[in-house]
C-alpha cells in the first residue's frame, strides 16, 4: 500500500504529508528532513524579511531536492497593517495596563505608549516567492484572489490554501487554488479565517465534519488539518475523502523544529483539553496551551487590540519569557492533538512512523473482513 494520492502526483511527493509552515518554527532543517522523507515541508514566512526569506529558501535547496512550500499570511488585517493611530486611547490605556501587570511580574519596565504596527512585509515576500519558483506557495488566513494565483501558474508554482469554513473554500476554489487545506477547531496556532470573526467560537467545525463537507464543496485535491498526530489520522482522513494531511503540533515536538526546549516540554507533558482557544496573544483567534498570561488576561477583562497590534504589544512579555524559558508568559500555539504526542523524534521519523502506522491500520481493518472488533 502506497497511500499516493492525487496530492502526491500534483506536487511530486511520495507521502501525503504535509508540514505547516509555522511562524517562528518551520526553518530550512524542518523543512529539508520533511521534504528529504518523501512528504512536503513548507518553510514559515510570516514576519520574515525579503532577504532573510530568499536565503532560507536557497538553505532548503541547499539540504534537499525535493519539493518544498514557503507559506505567508494574507489576512486582510495585514495588507495594510492596521493603523495603530486609529485604536481610542482608552483601549490603549487599558491594554498595557494590564501587560504592565505581566512586566512587573518578569522585571521590565512599564509601557503605556501605542504599540508599533505590524510589519508590512507580505508583498515584498511574495516577489521573492514568485523570482526563486518556489515549488508550493502554501497560505493561511487569507484568500489571494485570481490575480496572485495568475502570477503562480505563469511560473509552474502550485497555490495551496487553508480555510475553517465550507463558504470560504468555494472562494478559495473561485480564486483558482490548486489544493485547499481544511483546518478543523482542533487545530493548533491560528484560526485559518481572513477576516477576524465575532468570538472564539465562529467558524470552529471539527475535521471530521469540515473535511468531508470540504471535499464535496470543492474539485481540487483537499488536506486535512486540526487534530491529526500518526497513521490512524492518516486512515481516517482519506476515508473523509481527503488527499492528505497536514500536521502542525506533532512537528513542533521535533528535533529540527526551531521551538524553544520548553514548548516541545510541555507539549510531552500537557493533555487535550489543556489548550484554549484566545485572542489574547496576537488579536487573532488562535488555539494554544493555556497559561497564565491567557487566564490572567482573560481575567483581568481588558479589552485586546486590533489583529497584530496586540502581538506587537505585547513582544516585549513574550521575549522576556523566552529569555527565561518561562512557558506561562509566552504563546505555546498547541492543538488538541498534544494528548498524542510523547516523544522527541527527528521529524523525518515522523513522516516514517505515520506511513508505518496507517499500513497497519489498513491492514488490521481488511483483517477484520471490514467486522467491527
Ligand atoms: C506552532 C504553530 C504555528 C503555526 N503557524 C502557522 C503559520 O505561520 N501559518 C499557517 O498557515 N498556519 C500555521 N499554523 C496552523 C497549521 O497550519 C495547522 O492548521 C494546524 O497546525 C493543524 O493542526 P494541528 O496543530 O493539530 O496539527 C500553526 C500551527 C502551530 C501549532
Given at each position: 500500500?502506497t497511500f499516493r494520492?492525487?496530492l502526491c502526483?500534483?506536487i511530486g511527493i511520495d507521502h501525503p504529508i504535509v508540514q ?12 529539508a528532513e520533511v521534504s528529504g522523507a518523501g512528504g512536503l515541508g ?22 534537499t531536492?525535493r519539493p518544498f ?175 492528505g ?102 521529524a523525518a521519523?515522523v513522516v516514517a512512523?505515520i506511513m ?18
Open positions: 500500500m494520492t492525487a502526483d500534483l505547516s509552515g509555522m511562524g517562528g518554527v518551520a526553518g530550512p532543517d524542518l523543512v513548507v518553510l514559515a514566512g510570516l514576519n520574515v524579511p525579503p532577504d532573510d526569506l530568499r536565503r532560507m529558501i536557497r538553505r532548503v535547496r541547499e539540504l531536492a512550500g514557503v507559506n505567508l499570511w494574507l489576512h486582510t488585517a495585514l495588507r495594510p497593517p492596521v493603523d495603530v493611530a486609529t485604536i481610542a486611547e482608552a483601549t490603549v490605556r487599558a491594554v498595557q495596563g494590564t501587560l504592565n501587570g505581566f512586566r512587573e511580574r518578569l522585571g521590565l519596565a512599564p509601557t503605556v505608549g501605542r504599540p508599533p504596527a505590524a510589519p508590512d512585509l507580505i508583498d515584498a515576500a511574495f516577489r521573492v516567492i514568485l523570482e526563486e519558483r518556489v515549488p508550493v506557495w502554501s497560505i493561511g488566513l487569507g484568500d489571494p484572489g485570481p490575480a496572485m494565483v495568475r502570477e503562480c501558474r505563469s511560473r509552474g508554482i502550485k497555490v495551496m490554501a487553508m480555510v475553517a469554513t465550507v463558504e470560504d473554500a468555494r472562494t478559495l476554489a473561485a480564486s483558482g487554488v490548486d489544493i485547499v487545506v481544511a483546518q478543523g477547531s482542533e487545530a493548533g496556532g491560528h484560526r485559518s479565517t481572513w477576516v477576524k470573526r465575532a468570538s472564539a467560537e465562529a467558524a470552529s467545525v471539527g475535521t471530521m465534519a469540515l473535511v468531508p463537507q470540504i471535499v464535496d464543496a470543492v474539485r481540487v485535491p483537499v488536506v486535512a488539518a486540526g487534530g491529526i498526530a500518526d497513521g490512524r489520522g492518516l486512515v481516517a482522513a482519506l476515508a473523509l475523502g481527503a488527499s494531511i497536514l500536521l502542525g503540533t506533532r512537528f513542533v515536538a521535533t528535533r529540527e523544529s526551531a521551538a524553544a526546549e520548553f514548548w516541545k516540554k510541555s507539549l510531552l507533558e500537557r493533555d487535550s483539553d489543556e489548550t484554549t482557544v484566545t485572542d489574547a496573544f496576537t488579536g487573532l483567534y488562535a488555539r494554544a496551551l493555556q497559561n497564565t498570561f491567557s487566564r490572567d488576561y482573560t481575567a483581568s477583562g481588558a479589552p485586546v487590540l486590533p489583529p497584530l497590534v496586540q502581538r506587537s504589544a505585547a513582544n516585549d512579555v513574550y521575549l522576556a519569557a523566552l529569555k527565561r524559558a518561562d512557558g506561562e508568559y509566552y504563546p505555546m500555539w498547541s492543538g488538541q492533538s498534544v494528548g498524542l504526542i510523547h516523544d522527541l523524534p527527528g521519523e512512523a508505518r502506522e496507517a499500513r497497519a491500520v489498513l491492514a488490521a481493518l481488511s483483517d477484520r473482513g471490514g467486522r467491527p472488533s
